[in-house]
T-cell receptor, first 115, second 113 residues
Framework: EAGVVQSPRYKIIEKKQPVAFWCNPI?????LYWYLQNLGQGPELLIR????????DSQLPKDRFSAERLKGVDSTLKIQPAELGDSAVYLC?????????????FGEGSRLTVL | KQEVTQIPAALSVPEGENLVLNCSFT??????LQWFRQDPGKGLTSLLL?????REQTSGRLNASLDKSSGRSTLYIAASQPGDSATYLC????????????FGQGTRLTINP
């Protein structure tokens, strides 16, 4: 069974440029998360989807960040314009949702460097 | 607000030793706790998940315990190997419906041959 797939793995851009990250969750997983991980820190939640609905986006900087999950499967996280402080790893995770144990499965992450 | 702390931030031990990694959380009203492993430049791999009603979970050489009342969890690694070198993170879920994990900063473990 395929795991959570993210692309690109690495992205280097100049500040003020836009960037987008893509995530394909495990098949059948209704809940999808985007996490931000700074160097030496634990991941922090940006947004959580239940199917196609964003149910927790309180930590998403909405002035420059946006996300979508069309049809409740794949998701895209966009930053426009990127700032130096956005350099980090963006992790996507999924879980079956509902009344299950809530175990999360993570992708390999997308490492962003803003110059 | 739930806060999760992992001490120490880094740990280096000789191969073959048994070791314990610590995780503490401020709010004992959790639904479950999950331990992850993260290799450099990689995503997180789930190791063990302990429900709030459980005291411990075991997988191979790993054993995780949970003491909800004191806000603590430990990850015990037996007979450590160089391949165990990685960063270990713990995360707690506040309640079933929330589906939100709060992570600690991680412990970077190095096993020396």
């Amino acid at each position: 069974e395929a795991g959570v797939v993210q692309s690109p793995r690495y992205k280097i851009i100049e500040k003020k440029q836009p960037v987008a990250f893509w995530c394909n969750p495990i098949s059948g997983h209704n809940t999808l998360y985007w996490y931000l991980q700074n160097l030496g820190q634990g991941p922090e939640l940006l947004i959580r989807y239940e199917n196609e609905e964003a149910v927790d986006d309180s930590q998403l900087p909405k002035d420059r960040f946006s996300a979508e999950r069309l049809k409740g499967v794949d998701s895209t996280l966009k930053i426009q314009p990127a700032e130096l402080g956005d350099s980090a790893v963006y992790l996507c995770a999924s879980s079956p949702g509902g009344t299950n144990t809530g175990e999360l499965f993570f992708g390999e992450g997308s490492r962003l460097t803003v110059l | 607000k739930q806060e999760v702390t992992q001490i120490p931030a880094a740990l280096s031990v000789p191969e073959g030793e048994n070791l314990v990694l610590n995780c503490s959380f401020t709010d004992s009203a959790i639904y479950n706790l999950q331990w992850f492993r993260q290799d450099p430049g990689k995503g997180l791999t789930s190791l063990l998940l302990i429900q709030s009603s459980q005291r411990e979970q075991t997988s191979g050489r790993l054993n995780a315990s949970l003491d909800k009342s004191s806000g603590r969890s430990t990850l015990y690694i037996a007979a450590s190997q160089p391949g165990d070198s990685a960063t270990y993170l713990c995360a707690v879920r506040r309640w079933q419906g929330a589906q939100k994990l709060v992570f600690g900063q991680g412990t970077r473990l190095t096993i020396n041959p």
